[in-house]
């Protein structure tokens, strides 16, 4: 079953071909990133109104790279919530009317299932039960995935997601917009112990996590050094920040991994290309006998082909997108779209 998948919650813009769930006959992805460097952040509308312009060449482009037709389409599936709404809505009406014109079935698609299902395609044997940590630039969360198309949180973020974290502290060392990738950069060169930075723990819900406190504490360093006119110490700052992001993450995950049984975890998003994090969760792992399963960097950030592989099980589990289907901001990823 070949399907057209489409992702535009944010500012990738993204059509890929998935064969059954785990193979990608094209992946086409656009990117308005350039154009937010200057405001710091994602502006909605203007990744709104790039969506817009590439959508229907990216998915001729997809239709391209794999060699087949419009006619080959058994199914389109789109990325319904969460996400910024006007981008959102882009992707969902081009799903819509893609669907409607060849007579085949919409299947919703949750973005957080579609980052978990990253790791189908990278790792063929991987079937759940497990349990993953899904880590974005709008998401913190520990989820178990008892199966395909049913998920538990297990923990989440009490205020920022890690994603963001990353971005508001990078931005404040002048190292530009998105962050994550130029802090991870930066750390490598650092002393991860030259700063102490607080670790939280809440001992009414002990998988839950929370980044205010530690974004707090960094951000009042920075400001410190900047008002006595110091040179900041980046490399430092950041490989002390990463290692106590990676402390908030790492061990719950693992504590999670015990509590379900299940000797399986994965990690996903954006931030899962961090190397710190990677590496600490590989020394957790295999330290605890636990499988662990990443995908490659190419993977972890917003794609076509995450979406294609879970509108795939979805698929198989009855899921259909009523010709009703709306785009939402936020929607738990335990529910069904059209649960409130
Ligand atoms: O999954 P993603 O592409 O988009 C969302 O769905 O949010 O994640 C983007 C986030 C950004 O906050 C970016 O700074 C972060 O992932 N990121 C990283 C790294 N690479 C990207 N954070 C930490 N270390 C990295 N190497």
């Known amino acids: 079953m070949i399907i057209l998948a489409v992702e535009s919650s944010c500012d990738e813009t993204a059509v890929a071909l998935v064969q059954d769930g785990r193979k990608v006959l094209a992946d086409c992805i656009a990117s308005s990133v350039e154009m937010h460097k200057i405001y710091g952040g994602v502006v909605p509308e203007i990744a709104s109104r790039k969506h817009i312009e590439v959508i229907v060449q990216l998915a001729e482009q997809a239709l391209k790279q794999a060699g087949r037709t419009r006619q080959d389409i058994d199914a389109v599936a789109v990325t319904y919530a969460p996400g910024l709404i006007g981008a959102v809505l882009v992707g969902v009406s081009f799903a819509k009317s893609v669907a409607y014109a060849l007579g085949v079935p919409l299947i919703p698609v949750h973005h957080v299932r579609g980052h978990i299902a990253a790791n189908y395609i990278a790792h063929p044997s991987l079937e759940p039960p497990f349990v993953c940590l899904c880590v974005s630039g709008g998401t913190s969360l520990i989820v178990d995935v008892k199966g395909y198309t049913d998920m538990a949180i297990l923990g989440g973020t009490r205020d920022d997601a890690a994603g963001e974290c990353f971005d508001k502290i990078a931005r404040v060392m002048g190292l530009g917009y998105p962050g994550g990738a130029p802090l991870d950069k930066a750390a490598q060169s650092g002393d991860d112990k030259a700063f102490s930075l607080p670790r939280v723990h809440i001992p009414e819900a002990p998988l839950d996590l929370s980044f205010s406190g530690l ?124 649960e409130e």
Request: net charge positive; aromatic share 8%.
């Open 215 to 338: 974004k707090t504490a960094m951000l009042n360093l920075i400001h410190k050094a900047q008002q006595k006119g110091e040179a900041l110490p980046v490399s430092d700052l950041a490989a002390s920040f990463s290692a106590a992001v990676s402390d908030e993450l790492v061990p719950r995950t693992i504590a999670a991994a015990h509590q379900t049984g299940y000797g399986k975890v994965a990690v996903v998003g954006g931030v899962a290309a961090n190397s710190r994090i990677r590496r600490d969760l590989e020394a957790a792992c295999k330290e605890q006998g636990i499988s662990l399963y990443m995908p490659p960097l190419k993977l972890c950030g917003d794609n076509g082909s995450m979406i294609g592989s879970q509108g795939y099980y979805e698929y198989l589990a009855g899921t259909r997108g009523g010709w009703d289907l709306n785009g939402y901001a936020n929607r738990e990823i335990s529910l069904s779209w059209r």
